[in-house]
């Protein structure tokens, strides 16, 4: 995501028009799907292009993990990670309401908002935010999470940078499940490693064993068989103990009775 | 590249991973395809559409050489549309054994799952020269297919356990690994170094490792002591 960084020339109360700086991002948010990419890179440039492209002061990101908690990914500052971590700690905010409901929550002036929430509301007015903007990150009836604006006026935002800020939200939200998608597919693969080498690890055993004590190959699988039942521990821990010489091939004979 | 893969699911009757070398071959217009699951330095073969493709899979394996590992290690298809050609040889000692086995284009496409990978598709010509733009474009499209159909043959199997399909297709080579342990008892050297010593011997005897592993496992043949690199002179029977 560097890269992408330094592919973007200067750009805030720079010459390069608003429209083209818009364009570019979505080029580079699209191009970055293509190829191997960091998630928590990729929201970071989310929350920054919102600083930079509407009328926001500081952004952020918030992702469910697999159990459903929120979890703080991404954040333009310092103090809007603050404001994310201190909604999920007291359990109350903008960006929560926006995560449950699923809906875009709008909050022009958090004076009136103190009923809502007591602890966010006074806590984002002393460090100096007086609006909040958050909106869900969606797909159909899935909320991933929600990106979330905060300003430091009370201004209502424009028509144009709503629209906008959806469209970067969903841009992230695409991101978020292809990388989902990507880690899915890498566990399945792991898994079937490990199984191919779980296999692999036995029949070696059972090929130590069978030399050892000169028994065919199904003699020695039933022999490994009977000490991972008597010991209660798994056949390919006690294989890999073999191989590994932890575990005495002699420690497998049958005891006569 | 949709296309491709629908024409190539119906192609196949069964989602089956094992049978699909035939389709593959048959699909593609090439003289044989063998698809193989890795996992490391192992190998094995999930399925090959004849003989000798299956030989070519074998020999890679024995070797530990060839675009099979190649295309593994890369990631990337690996290509030589002539094996006699007259150029710098990438694979010493695979290429004129394969020629032997009646190989002259090998063409290998990783089977790859996000950026992990879990084996390879190789393909032989018994012909020089290269594919086609279309061949190639659908043997990408191919081997995502068979990586998928691989992963989805193995999520309905319990956690830690090859699936049926691909443990009956001997994937795991249970003799090699089975003669591996053997050799490692016989000589007092570990397993790891008994699998060394299982290939060096099948290298110099000019044997698959296969079939040497056959032999130690039925115990028509052991390795001894100083049967490291001097073929049969190590070898009681």
């Known amino acids: 995501m560097t890269e992408m960084s330094e592919r973007l020339p200067q750009m805030k109360g720079q010459t390069m028009a608003r429209e083209e700086l818009l364009a570019e991002t979505f080029v580079q948010l699209a191009d970055s799907l293509v190829d191997e990419f960091d998630i928590i890179d990729l929201l970071t440039v989310v929350a920054d292009r919102c600083v930079e492209l509407l009328d926001t002061d500081a952004a952020g990101i918030l992702l469910a993990d697999s159990d459903g908690n929120l979890r703080v990914m991404a954040a333009s500052n310092e103090q809007a990670r603050m404001l994310e971590l201190f909604q999920l700690q007291n359990d109350e905010g903008p960006c929560l309401d926006a995560y449950s409901t699923g809906q875009p929550v709008v909050c022009t002036d958090l004076r009136l908002f103190s009923d809502a929430w007591p602890v966010f509301a006074s806590e984002a007015l002393d460090s100096g935010f007086l609006s909040v903007y958050a909106f869900p990150l969606r797909l159909r009836n899935n909320t991933l999470g929600a990106l979330n604006l905060f300003r430091t006026n009370s201004r209502q935002m424009p028509e144009t940078d709503i629209r906008l800020a959806q469209a970067l939200g969903d841009s992230a939200t695409i991101a978020i499940l292809q990388d989902q998608a990507i880690r899915d597919v890498s566990l399945e693969a792991g898994r079937l490693q490990h199984a191919l080498d779980s296999r692999i690890t036995i029949e070696q055993a059972k090929g130590m064993l069978a030399e050892r004590s000169n028994i065919d190959m199904s003699d020695a699988f039933e022999r490994m068989r009977t000490y991972s039942r008597a010991n209660n521990r798994q056949l390919t821990a006690v294989a890999a103990d073999i191989i590994a010489g932890t575990l005495p091939l002699d420690a497998l004979i049958p005891q006569p009775a | ?237």
């Open chain 2, 1 to 237: 590249m949709l296309q491709v893969a629908v024409a190539f699911a119906r192609h196949i009757s069964q989602p089956s991973p094992v049978g699909l070398c035939g389709v593959c071959a048959d699909f593609l217009d090439v003289s044989g395809a063998g698809i193989t699951l890795m996992s490391g330095l192992n190998s094995g073969p999930v399925c090959s559409s004849n003989d000798r493709s299956g030989a070519i899979e074998d020999l890679q394996f024995t070797l530990g050489q060839g675009p099979c590992q190649d295309a593994f290690a890369t990631g990337e298809p690996v290509t030589e549309t002539d094996l006699a050609g007259n150029r710098v040889n990438r694979w010493p000692q695979f290429t004129p054994q394969a020629l032997e086995i009646g190989a002259r284009g090998v063409f290998a496409y990783p089977l790859s799952a996000g950026p992990a990978r879990i084996g390879v598709l190789t393909l032989y010509q018994d012909l020089a020269g290269a594919l086609t733009e279309d061949q190639e474009a659908d043997c990408r499209a191919v081997a995502e297919v068979i990586a998928q159909t691989i992963l989805t043959s193995q999520a309905a199997s319990r956690p830690g356990v090859l699936a049926d399909e691909l443990d009956n297709a001997g994937a795991h080579r249970a003799e090699v690994h089975q003669a591996s342990g053997m050799v490692a008892v016989q000589l007092g050297v570990d397993v790891a170094e008994g699998a060394l010593r299982l290939r060096a011997h099948s290298y110099v005897a000019g044997r698959s490792i296969a079939d040497v592993a056959a032999d130690i496992v039925a115990r028509r043949l052991r390795l001894s002591g100083d049967d490291q690199d001097d073929g049969d002179g190590g070898v009681s029977r």
